[in-house]
C-alpha cells in the first residue's frame, strides 16, 4: 500500500510554483448522515430519469475512447440553439469550460474580473493560469455591482465573467444590467456569461446570454448538464461562442476527458427535457417556498434564481453550519459570509425551517458547537 503524507504542500521535496503550493486543494462537502439530508452540491435531489439511466448503461464500451469532439451532442446542440456545430464546445462540467478559458486568455500579468463572492472555482482556475484576479465585492442585496465591475476592467483585463444566477447568493443580473456590460468594455475582451442555473429562473427580467452571441463575437455563454438536467455524477457542460475563441478553449483542454457515458446521458436529458424542466418548475417553487419562509423568520435571504438559498450569517456561519449538520443537514459554509442551501427534497424543508427558526435570534458570536 502506497502511503499518503499529511504533510502540507510547503513541505514537498521538489520546487512547486509558490503560488500553487499557498493554492487550497478543492473540499468536497461532508456527505449525509443516516437519515440526513445532503444539501451542500446544489444537486438535483430527483432520481435519475429511467429512460437516462438505460442510455449511459447502453453506452456501456468502457474498452473503447470516446469520440473527442462529442460530436454527437455538439450537433444536437447546435441544431437546438441555431449554431453551427464549431460554435458549440463540450467540457466535463462548464468548471472544465471555465479553465480552458482562462487558459487560452490568460496568463502571468494579465487580470481575469469577476464578482466576489460568487463561484469558489474562480480564484483557483485563474491561479492555476498563472494570472491575477480582479475581483468586486457584491452590493449590499449579494448581487454584481455593474458600474464597479466595468470600473475594473484595465489594459491588463484578459476576461471578465458574469456569473447569473450567482454561486453562491443566487441573485440575477438583468438583462439591462448585462447590455451595459457588453457595451462598456473594449470589443476584444472576452466575457463569459456562466449561467449553470439558467433553467431555474423565473424573473423575466434576468440576462438569457443565447440570443445575444450573434451580437457579440467576444461573448460566450456557459450552461451544464449537472443542475437541472440532474447529470451532476457525469460531468457534461457545453460552451456556445464563436468559432474562433472556442477552438483556443480546445486547444487548452485534456483530451478525452467527456465520456461517452456522459454524452450518451446529455442527448437522453435532452429528448427528456419536458420532462425534467417540470421537476425544475417544482424546485423553483419549493425554493420560493422556502425563501419566504426564513425571511418571515428573520432571515435576510436574497431573491433566489437558482435551485439554492444564501443565508448570510456572517460570524456566526461555522456555527450555524455546524448545528445544521448535528441535525442531519449537510449545508455549504462560506465563512465568515454566508451559507449556501440548496434546495432538496421536499422532506428537508420543514426539518431545515424547524433548526433556522431556533437559530435566527441567536446572538452573533453564534451558538455553541
Known amino acids: ?49 429511467p429512460g437516462v439511466v438505460e442510455a449511459v448503461t447502453a453506452a456501456a464500451e468502457f474498452n473503447r475512447y470516446p469520440d473527442a469532439t462529442a460530436l454527437a451532442l455538439r450537433e444536437a446542440l447546435a441544431a437546438r440553439h441555431g449554431r453551427s456545430v464549431d460554435e458549440v464546445h463540450i467540457g466535463a462540467g462548464s ?14 500579468g494579465d487580470e481575469v ?58 441573485t440575477i443580473v438583468t438583462a439591462a444590467e448585462f447590455e451595459r456590460v457588453m457595451a ?14 439558467a433553467e431555474f429562473v423565473t424573473d423575466l427580467d434576468a440576462v438569457d446570454g443565447l440570443p445575444l452571441l450573434d451580437r457579440y463575437p467576444n461573448l460566450v455563454v456557459l450552461r451544464t448538464f449537472s443542475k437541472a438536467y440532474g447529470l451532476a455524477g457525469l460531468r457534461v457542460g457545453y460552451a456556445l461562442g464563436g468559432a474562433s475563441v472556442l ?11 467527456v465520456t461517452g457515458q456522459s454524452v450518451a446521458g446529455a442527448l437522453a ?3 427528456a427535457e419536458d420532462a425534467l424542466l417540470e421537476r425544475v418548475r417544482h424546485i423553483a417553487v419549493r425554493r420560493d417556498a422556502l425563501r419566504a419562509a426564513l425571511r418571515a423568520q428573520g432571515w435576510d435571504v436574497p431573491v433566489a434564481q437558482g435551485n439554492f438559498v444564501w443565508l448570510p450569517t456572517g460570524e456566526r456561519t461555522a456555527a450555524v453550519a455546524e448545528r445544521l449538520f448535528d441535525a442531519g443537514l449537510v449545508t455549504r459554509a462560506f465563512p465568515p459570509e ?23 435570534g441567536m446572538p452573533q458570536e453564534g451558538p455553541s458547537t
Open 1 to 49: 500500500m502506497v502511503a499518503v503524507s499529511d504533510a502540507p504542500p510547503s513541505a514537498a521535496p521538489v520546487r512547486l510554483r509558490p503560488e500553487i503550493a499557498a493554492l487550497p486543494a478543492y473540499r468536497q462537502g461532508r456527505p449525509a448522515p443516516a437519515a440526513g439530508y445532503k444539501l451542500s452540491s446544489n444537486e438535483n435531489p430527483f432520481d435519475p430519469l
Open 95 to 108: 468548471v472544465a469550460l471555465l479553465s480552458q478559458l482562462i487558459l487560452a486568455t490568460s496568463g502571468p
Open 113 to 170: 474580473v469577476y464578482s466576489w463572492r460568487s463561484f469558489e472555482a474562480y480564484p483557483g482556475l485563474v491561479t492555476v493560469a498563472g494570472a491575477t484576479s480582479r475581483t468586486v465585492p457584491n452590493r449590499p442585496d449579494a448581487g454584481h455591482d455593474i458600474d464597479a465591475l466595468i470600473g475594473a476592467v484595465t489594459d491588463a483585463t484578459r476576461m471578465l465573467i458574469v456569473c447569473s444566477p450567482n454561486n453562491p447568493t443566487g
Open 184 to 197: 462598456a468594455v473594449p470589443s476584444d475582451l472576452l466575457v463569459v456569461l456562466d449561467e449553470a442555473y
Open 247 to 257: 477552438d483556443a478553449a480546445r486547444s487548452t483542454a485534456i483530451p478525452l476527458s
Open 269 to 271: 436529458s435532452l429528448a
Open 338 to 360: 454566508g451559507i449556501r442551501i440548496s434546495v432538496g427534497e421536499e422532506e428537508s424543508v420543514d426539518k431545515l425551517l424547524a433548526v433556522l427558526d431556533e437559530l435566527v
